[in-house]
């Protein structure tokens, strides 16, 4: 511990209280260049300090294999091989072991196989060869849409919402377009009939028409075979803790203390996992730190509302900024703050560098 002893003594008061609130619900948000990932290391260090829980009682959730093996590199300077027993996995490696252990709460008969990026691939150009489509297999370019359909699908599944959600919404909106009265030309040859822009937008929901039936067909042929997408995780393992109360509570045993990492980046169903879990539970020791000016995946189903929802969810929750800023001066820092503010904290990131540059 003498490592973690050193490293804390650095800490500015601001840090020093995110790494020393170890009970209850806590939510940083933590500036660029503030000092996020020292202090959960620190604070891993700091609850197998101060209490009696083994180092796989916590469990710490991440985004990036990168940000895995950077976090137990730390772990292991700090407090040695302890280090090497946290629970450190990205969101979906979690999932997937979660998965593995509760099948059978899927009705499952076996654990499923992951696709890889190829056999996706594959199982597309399947579909579209073996199907008759009017807009989604263009002749002589089939995989035109192989992109659009993948992260059509990513973001519906992050975002849980069900092909038959899907198509709901579609219908109620050509439904709204057919019948608004403001898009009813008023002149013109083409009075009394929809505008032309209106019928390009109705042109486009009919499309996604055919996107509903490319999803239903996509996701019978993994069913057939057990197999599970990228995208499948997460869901699949809010499904197990909304379906099992004994996965539940063997979670809730497991991991005493959670912390999770770049919290800005949850998206729908990731949040629903840690409230299907933890929200329940009387001031549970989850920790979470972000910076809505870091959200930088919104095209992956991430939002402001979600990382603004831990604080709705965790009502007790105590809020801890970090201001202190190491990386930038403070011209940087106060035009960053005239462009893009934090939604969640009100004041400014301070820099701690004595340089001074014109832009």
Known sequence: ??????????????????????????????????????????????????????????????????????????????I???GEKVNIFTF???GMKIIE??????????APTLLEDTEI?????????????????????????????RSL???????????????????KEIDFLKNDENNISTRGESKG??????????EGLERSREVVKFIKLYEKAKEEKNFFDYDDILESLVKIVETSPNAVSEIREKYLYVLID????????????????????????????????????????????????????????KLIPLLDNYRSTQIILDISHALLKSVMSDEKLVSQSGEHHSI
């Open 1 to 78: 511990m003498d490592n973690f002893k050193k490293e804390y003594k650095k800490l500015n008061k601001a840090q020093k209280e995110a790494v020393d609130t170890i009970d209850g619900p806590v939510m940083v948000v933590a500036g660029p260049g503030t000092g996020k990932t020292q202090i959960l290391a620190l604070r891993i260090a700091n609850i197998l300090n101060r209490t009696d829980i083994k180092a796989d009682g916590i469990l710490c959730l991440t985004f990036t294999n990168s940000a895995v093996d950077a976090m137990k590199k730390r772990l292991f300077r700090y």
């Open 80 to 82: 040695g091989e302890a």
């Open 92 to 94: 979906h490696s979690f």
């Open 101 to 110: 252990e509760n099948y059978k709460v899927l009705n499952l008969s076996s």
């Open 121 to 149: 691939v594959i199982f597309f150009d399947e579909i579209l060869n073996n199907n008759d489509w009017e807009y989604l297999r263009p002749r002589g370019d089939n995989a035109r849409y192989f992109f659009d359909l």
């Open 153 to 171: 699908i990513s973001l519906l599944k992050r975002e849980r919402i069900s092909g038959d959600d899907f198509a709901k919404a579609i219908e």
């Open 193 to 202: 009939e929809l505008k032309k822009d209106v019928l390009k937008q109705i």
């Open 262 to 317: 770049e919290h800005q980046d949850s998206s729908r169903v990731q949040n629903e996992f840690l409230a299907k879990v933890w929200s329940n539970v009387e001031r549970p020791d989850i920790f979470v730190v972000g910076d809505d000016r870091q959200l930088i995946y919104g095209f992956s189903g991430a939002s402001i509302d979600h990382f603004q929802g831990f604080k709705k969810t965790f009502i007790d929750a």
